[in-house]
């Protein structure tokens, strides 16, 4: 009898161990399970979180852009030119973000964000008082003068009585028709 005992007590330790292999084996494919599930879904709920992020920053980012035009005009008047420009772009952009804005990727806010920083810096140099553009004066008589035929003295008095004739007939039908009334 001894001898059973031992061989029962054995039995039962390896049947012990046994179970408890196959209930970590289990234990571990549902955590490896688990873990399959939830880090995609943890990622992209991250990514989401990211994306909004990003969001938000471009639109406090387009926000302070659209102060900046609203504020105080520069003084020269080619660069609150430029300005009014990019406040006009501030405010088409506006109306794009307004319309689509559940459909903007996230490709698309980056591009945003990189304009709208672009604008940024366009307008701190335009509050400056420094233009990119410069008004030029064009001087055309260099040009026409060449092409323009002189006209003698002497003919040019000659036309001068010819046209001062020309507007008394011209004149003088409307006097008569008013002494007539």
């Not at 390896?14 to 879904?41: G, Q």
């Not at 335009?126 to 003068?145: A, H, T």
């Amino acid at each position: 009898m001894a001898k059973q005992e031992i061989k029962l007590s054995a039995n039962f330790k390896r049947d012990y161990i046994a179970v408890s292999a196959i209930v970590l084996f289990f234990a571990i494919i549902a955590a490896e399970v688990v873990l399959a599930i939830s880090i995609p879904a943890y990622l992209s709920r991250e990514s989401s979180m990211a994306f909004e992020v990003r969001r938000l920053r471009l639109l406090s980012s387009f926000d302070a852009a659209r102060r900046v035009v609203s504020r105080k005009m520069p003084s020269d008047p080619t660069a609150a030119a430029e300005m009014k420009l990019l406040g006009w772009e501030l405010d088409n952009l506006a109306m794009y973000l307004r319309v689509n804005r559940t459909l903007i990727s996230s490709d698309e806010v980056a591009a945003l964000q990189k304009e709208v920083s672009e604008i940024q810096a366009l307008l701190e140099r335009l509050e400056r008082n420094r233009p990119f553009s410069k008004e030029y004066r064009l001087d055309v008589g260099i040009y026409l003068d060449p092409l323009v035929p002189e006209v003698p003295a002497a003919k040019a008095e000659q036309a001068e009585p010819a046209s001062k004739s020309a507007m008394k007939s011209a004149a003088e039908p409307a006097v008569s028709k008013e002494k007539k009334k």
